[in-house]
């Protein structure tokens, strides 16, 4: 199983970079969410994928889930979330007024 999500999680990056050197805005912004997506699959991964008992100290059980990767995936999740938000309105605002969303078209003229 942690074979495929590995899998997944190098298609997810690859996909990611190949968005992100496109020219138009919001596929940079795509782009810029598949690799976090991929990096929360990585993270959960390296956590080992493994079936027990939530992390609670009781008796009687020793096999328990590992909490880390759970925190620093929903650390990560919040993060990605405002980073793609800033994007979003980086990129209408950039849209709006250049009426364009292209990145040849944005960088301008060296001769003006």
């Known amino acids: 199983m942690e074979i495929i999500i590995c899998i997944l999680a190098g298609i997810l990056f690859a996909t990611g970079i190949y968005n992100l050197l496109q020219k138009q805005l919001l596929r940079i912004i795509i782009g810029t969410g598949l ?17 027990g008992k939530p992390p609670i100290l009781t008796h009687g059980i020793d096999d328990y889930v590992d909490p880390l990767p ?25 849209a709006n007024e250049n009426n364009t969303d292209n990145m040849e078209e944005l960088r301008g003229n060296e001769n003006e």
């Open 35 to 51: 690799i976090t997506h991929g990096a929360h699959l990585f993270i959960l991964t390296m956590g080992e994928l493994k079936d």
């Open 70 to 94: 759970q925190a620093l995936i929903l650390t990560s999740i919040v993060i990605s979330f405002g980073i793609t938000s800033l994007l979003l309105v980086l990129a209408y605002r950039a």
